[in-house]
């Protein structure tokens, strides 16, 4: 019984996550807007137009050094709130609660500096 609990979590928060394209859109904003001071670049997946995926990603990279990124998803979470993703590593790849632009963008950068620089992080 507990795994059909699981299993029908999963799909309402899949679900809610599709369905949540401009809500995803808006927190990507939002965050990258709270990394911005902090000199990283970015490149935004979630224009339909241009990038048709299914889930708004937000690329942030170091702009001399394209191999030291990490791809940001917005998704929904359980209790009705949203968080920011590792895109690659899917539910497992939690990084912030949505509602805190600053402090995920903190723990972006901490993240991607300590790719960049490992022996100094």
């Known amino acids: 019984m507990r795994a059909l609990s699981l299993r029908a979590e999963r799909q309402v928060l899949r679900l809610r996550t599709r369905l949540g394209r401009r809500t995803a859109v ?26 048709p995926t299914p889930l708004p990603m937000l690329w942030v990279h170091a702009g001399f050094s394209k191999e030291v ?13 949203w968080g920011y993703y590792e895109t690659l590593r899917g539910r497992q790849g939690f990084l912030w609660p949505c ?12 993240f991607l500096k300590g790719r960049m620089f490992p022996g100094t992080w």
Not at 31 to 51: S, T
Not at 99 to 110: H, N, R, T, V, W
Request: no cysteine; charged share 25%.
């Open 69 to 81: 990124g990490i791809v940001v998803s917005a998704r929904a979470t359980p209790g009705g709130t």
């Open 26 to 51: 808006r927190y990507l904003e939002t965050l990258a807007v709270a990394l911005q001071p902090q000199g990283w670049r970015f490149v935004k997946f979630y224009r339909p137009e241009e990038f």
């Open 99 to 110: 509602g805190d632009a600053k402090s995920a963008a903190e723990q972006i950068d901490l």
